[in-house]
Each structure stands twice: as structure tokens, then as C-alpha cells.
């Protein structure tokens, strides 16, 4: 079968290449794709900016698709249902992470697309405790984007403590942010969009799907936001999706005392932290990564009850052979969401 290969280290060495259709052994399922999301993470690994992986590998760990075979010992899934699935693959399952709950810690976790083959072919197989059945009011576009969404309800609810009426800031207008926006808006907050110039459409996008403000960073509009719609106190939530120093500072000098940063962008780099406003404003700071299954299932929800909507986040949809074109969209800020399509 066709798949998008990572060869080997260092930037470049995709290609598309015909590797072995994988087995379906004890305990697990194999799932035909029918589309799947670019990630950031992708991206990292193509360009050779992201080290935690192992080629050579298919990418590709957002997705969507049909059941095509359950393996011995697999119960509730059946042959043709339409699926979706986490990127845990396999985990330890005894150590401290994993007993407690909070797999997506587990040091011995096997990503798809990272460490074993993902999405950007015609199957996967995945261990059945990842699968998630899908509503039949979520179509393929949108359950492409559950693995996203995921993380998002994961650090906006799980992680942190948000409350109905909260205001949010979510700094960086990507797929990420601007889920995170979509979920704590669902939960009923406040939500405040910053970008900057460059975000104009990312903006615009923001403030369709309900956002009380969706602002640029640059003059003083965001400052002028956060004090109207707080009067004056702070937001009670700040969320870092930019993966930026600047996008951090900005969430610690807005939100409130007492209030909490989620740091969902992952930096290139270490960022410095002014630890005396963190102390005098009694700021929680927190970090996320990954996500679970009880977050699968709340974002599930959210999309069947129609609460987010992540069809929107989409930009383009393109056959796997275009996957340099679907690449360089997500490089160079062209496409917001970019699917591929292994099967045309």
C-alpha cells in the first residue's frame, strides 16, 4: 500500500513509498483511512526540527475512518463502523501514569505517525482501546480533527479549572488555539482571540464561530479588550497556542491574580519566565500534552451536539500525492487545516 514516508533523519526524506499492508493481531483493529490532518508536528518532522521519532515511518496521526478488521479478543467493534483514533498505539500499562489513568504520560507510549507507521496510507492498525465510534452526525472532515480537539478539551478542562462564565484569552489563532477558543466557549466562557497582523482571516474565522473579541496583539486593541471585558481585573484563564516567548508573556501580563496559564504551543526553544509576577499575582501555570480517552469522549460529544465546529478549521482537502502541496500550505500559513486523502 501507498503510504508517506519519513526515510531518515534530518530535513527532508519524504517520499511516497509502497510498504506492507499491516496485520491484525490479538486485541487490536485495523482501520481503512479515509482522511486524515496535517499537524504541526508532521511538519516538525519533515522539515527535521522534531527529533522524537523513529524512521523511517508514515506519518500522520489525525484521522478518520471505516473499520475493516477486528482482531481475537476485540469486543464492540465491528466491521464497517466508522471510527476515529487516539495515537496511542500501546502504552506500559504499569507504571504510575498509566495505573492512575493518565496514559499520555507513559514513557514507553507508541505514537502513530512518530514512532510506529500513522495515518498518511490506506490502513492503520491501533490496539482497541484507542478506537472511538463516531455519531452519525460527525462526518469524516470533522472526526479528522477529534486527535486536536482532544488535546484541547484535555488542557482547557482536564488540566486546568474553568467555569461557566470564566474569560479566556487564547493567544495564537492556529488549529490548536482556535479549538481551545471552541472548547471553552462550549463550556461557557468568554473567549478572547489574539494574533496578530498577519491572522487577519484567522481572525475573521474566530469571531464567525462566536469569539467576544478576536484581535491583533499589535497598538493596544488587546489591551483595551481584556479591560472591557473584565473591567480591569484580568482574564481568568490565559492559553498559550503559539508555541511563542511573546504570545507567553502576553497571557502572564493578562490574566488575572489568581488566575491560570495553559501552555498548549509547544516553543522551539526555552522561554524565560518573569517568576516574580508569577508569585505576586499568584498565576497557576500549567502544562499540557497529549490527551486521554475521557477527553476523546467529551469532544466526540461536542461535535455530534454541534457545540464546536471543526469542519470550519478545514482549508483544504487533498489526495495523499499532493502532500507537498498540503506541506508547504501549513509552512507557509496558506491553510489553516489541510486533510489528505489516501484513497484518491
Not at 49 to 68: D, R, S
Not at 176 to 187: D, E
Not at 223 to 236: P, Q
Not at 283 to 312: N, S, Y
Request: charged share 25%; aromatic share 4%.
Amino acid at each position: 500500500m501507498k503510504a508517506l514516508v519519513k526515510t531518515a533523519r534530518g530535513p527532508g526524506h519524504m517520499a511516497i513509498l509502497d510498504i506492507e499492508e499491516p496485520r491484525t493481531g490479538p486485541g487490536q483493529v485495523k482501520v481503512k483511512v479515509v482522511r486524515a490532518g496535517i499537524c504541526g508536528t508532521d511538519v516538525h518532522i519533515a522539515s527535521g526540527e522534531f527529533f522524537h521519532y523513529v524512521p523511517p515511518v508514515a506519518l500522520g496521526h489525525e484521522f478518520a475512518g471505516v473499520v475493516a478488521e477486528v482482531g481475537e479478543g476485540v469486543q464492540g467493534v465491528a466491521v464497517g463502523e466508522r471510527v476515529t483514533a487516539e495515537p496511542t498505539k500501546a502504552t506500559c500499562g504499569e507504571c504510575p501514569h498509566c495505573r492512575s489513568g493518565h496514559y499520555n504520560r507513559c514513557e514507553r507510549r507508541e505514537i502513530a505517525g512518530v514512532v510506529s507507521h500513522g495515518a498518511f496510507t490506506d490502513f492503520v492498525v491501533t490496539r482497541a482501546a484507542s478506537i472511538h465510534k463516531l455519531p452519525g452526525a460527525v462526518g469524516f472532515t470533522a472526526a479528522a480533527l477529534s486527535e486536536p480537539l482532544a488535546v484541547c478539551v484535555h488542557g482547557v478542562t482536564e488540566q486546568c479549572s474553568l467555569q461557566e462564565g470564566d474569560t479566556v484569552l487564547v493567544c495564537g489563532p492556529g488549529a490548536i488555539g482556535l479549538s481551545c477558543f471552541q472548547v471553552a466557549r462550549a463550556f461557557g466562557a468568554r473567549v478572547i482571540v489574539a494574533g496578530t497582523k498577519k491572522d487577519t482571516h484567522r481572525l475573521a474565522l474566530a469571531e464567525r464561530l462566536g469569539a467576544e473579541r478576536a484581535v491583533a496583539v499589535e497598538g493596544n486593541d488587546l489591551k483595551d479588550a481584556v479591560s472591557d471585558l473584565t473591567g480591569g481585573w484580568g482574564v481568568d484563564m490565559a492559553v498559550e497556542a503559539a508555541g511563542a516567548a511573546s504570545a507567553f508573556k502576553t497571557c502572564l501580563e493578562s490574566v488575572r491574580k489568581g488566575g491560570q496559564v495553559l501552555q498548549v504551543g509547544i516553543p522551539g526553544r526555552p522561554v524565560e519566565v518573569d517568576m516574580s509576577r508569577v508569585t505576586w499575582k499568584e498565576v497557576r501555570i500549567t502544562g499540557t500534552f497529549g490527551q486521554k480517552d475521557t477527553a476523546w469522549r467529551t469532544a466526540i460529544r461536542l461535535m455530534e451536539e454541534k457545540r464546536v465546529d471543526m469542519e470550519a478549521l478545514v482549508s483544504d482537502i487533498l489526495p495523499l500525492g499532493e502532500w507537498e502541496k498540503g506541506f508547504r500550505l501549513m509552512e507557509q500559513g496558506g491553510g489553516l487545516k489541510v486533510l489528505l486523502e489516501p484513497g484518491r
